[in-house]
């Protein structure tokens, strides 16, 4: 049986880890190492934005390490990626620069949405307990170093996902001289965390009932939870029991306790101090620990791809519906998207041959279809700039900062003038196959949205079909659709220009 040794490596904000993995078509994957360094780089980082030379120097050497031990196994795939600590900081590419010149390792910056996503998936990939604990209201926590990131669910789908600068290391940093002054360190992280939970509750919560909290990451069950369990489930009596066991003691004598370093103890008193206030908002029976991070989902990223995994739970949906979930939040026209997707995915799928794009940029065409609407929320004068700025805004849980400008810059486009490359580069440097894809993607929404106009959706069906290098597109309508066809002549011209084809209509009926 052919075995694919993979490592996946996070560099987080207080500690270095690395994972190794075996695929198989067979098997599926498993864990086979765990190597972790305690590293704490978020200080430095958090409050001034930059990070010291001799924990730059550390993170090379720990990198080092990590490239003779997938030797060792005989890895020949990996991914590294940082979050928080790196998205904070002045210069990252200045020190992702040398630590590739100085370990030959390329470590990615993850968006907060990206790395949520992934976390999510290392939380999927354990199917059965995934499956079941969505059926009620559920919200997964994870609880990061520099960032808080919280997913509701609701019947099997993804309702919003919102990240908070409420890390462990962040409060730890930003009160750690208020603690040497209150002997209640539990209850000024509680006042410090609370008024962004009370805005979080008015804005996403509303009359939703969350019963189970699903806990991303290990920190959890590798110190205060660290007895084993069957299933990983914490009641909310049982929290609540070891809660007051822990939050009243001191960070030495956690150290002490639990044989970990002081640094790391120090943040298990803001990581249950925010559960138990997430359990109090949600009034959540109960709290699953999987004891999964970041560095599963990595891997079952990788499987996915690779096709060593086939996941039953459909993780492109979830993008969809957070889309929509957005596109709902500004009161955009349901049934205008609904007959504009169906228009523009219509044509995208019958040129494949033409515009060389695949499945990524198929769900980026729906994403920007459900947001095309969107600045009217802000100004009926003003769409497409105020749709792009919602969209640069707003985290899109599975995408990346590249693929949100991508999708928002087609949005702008679809009813501004199309700037070429020219002249938008070096304001922004945009990659060229960035821009490219902008325009195609741009040039088929354009004529999407043109063919509902009235918004009227009084084209019922259409085919397309491409031969040699035209495409034919057969409408069939009832209705009187000259406004449509009328306003299309401006977009056709462009969509021309993009893919080199010419861009007939037909009608199939007649009024």
């Known amino acids: 049986m052919a075995v694919t040794t993979f490592a996946a490596i996070d560099i987080s904000s207080y500690e270095i880890t690395m994972k190794i993995f ?58 590294a990626c940082t979050t928080s600590v790196f998205r904070e900081m002045k210069n990252p590419l200045i020190i992702i620069e040398q630590i590739f010149r100085r370990t030959g390792i390329h470590v990615e910056v993850l968006s907060n949405a990206e790395q949520h996503f992934l976390g999510y998936k290392s939380i999927a990939a354990i199917e059965n307990g995934f499956k079941k604990m969505i ?113 009243y003691k001191t960070e030495t004598s956690l150290s002490e306790e639990m044989d970990i370093d002081p640094e790391y103890a120090a943040l298990i008193v803001p990581t249950m101090v925010i559960c138990k206030d997430f359990m109090d908002l949600f009034n959540a029976e109960a709290l699953w620990m999987p004891g999964v ?17 086939k996941s039953a739970h459909n993780f492109e949906n979830d993008i969809l519906v957070a889309a929509r979930n957005i596109a709902k939040r500004y009161s955009t026209g349901k049934d205008h998207i609904k007959g504009t997707t169906d228009l523009a995915l219509a044509i995208f799928d019958s040129m494949k ?53 991508i999708i928002a810059n087609a949005v702008r486009y679809n009813t501004t003038e199309f700037v070429y490359y020219s002249e938008i580069a070096g304001e922004v440097g945009m990659d060229r196959s960035v821009y490219l894809l902008i325009a195609k993607l741009t040039a088929i929404l354009r004529i999407a949205n043109a063919m509902d106009r009235s918004h009227y959706q009084k084209v019922k069906n259409m085919k397309a079909m491409l031969k040699d290098r035209t495409l034919l597109l057969t409408v069939d309508s009832e209705q009187d659709i000259s406004l449509e066809l009328g306003l299309l002549m401006d977009k056709v011209e462009f969509f021309e220009e993009v893919f080199g084809i010419r861009l007939v209509f037909r009608r199939k009926r007649k009024v």
């Open 353 to 405: 041959k033409v515009h060389g794009m695949g499945d990524r940029e198929r769900l980026l065409l729906q994403i920007a279809v459900q947001l095309h609407d969107c600045g009217k929320y802000i100004s009926m004068g003003d769409v497409a700039e105020c749709s792009y700025q919602i969209i640069m805004a707003t985290e899109i849980i599975g995408l990346s900062t590249e693929e949100r400008q």
């Open 22 to 79: 075996e695929f198989s078509k067979k098997g599926g994957f498993r864990t086979v190492d765990d190597i972790r360094y305690r590293l704490n780089l978020g200080v430095g980082v958090y409050s001034g934005g930059t990070m010291e030379v001799d924990k730059v120097d550390t993170i090379c050497e720990v990198l080092n390490d990590f490239k003779r031990i997938m030797a060792e196994y005989g890895v020949k795939d990996y991914r």
């Open 293 to 309: 991070s970041l560095l599963d989902g990595i891997a079952y990223d990788f499987g996915e791809k690779k096709n060593f995994i």
């Open 135 to 247: 059926q009620k209201g559920t919200a997964i926590l994870d609880v990061g170093g520099g960032n808080l990131q919280i997913s509701l669910f609701d019947k099997d789908a993804l309702v919003t996902t919102q990240s908070l600068k409420m890390g462990s290391v962040r409060i730890r940093q930003r009160l750690k001289e208020l603690e040497k002054t209150n002997t209640n360190y539990a209850q000024l992280v509680e006042e410090f965390i609370r008024n962004d939970l009370t805005g979080f509750k008015r804005l996403y919560l509303k009359d939703r009932e969350i019963k189970n909290l699903i806990l991303m990451g290990d920190f959890l069950t590798e110190t205060i939870f660290r007895e084993e369990r069957q299933d990983n489930i914490i009641t909310r009596a049982e929290f609540e029991k070891r809660y007051e066991n822990t939050v």
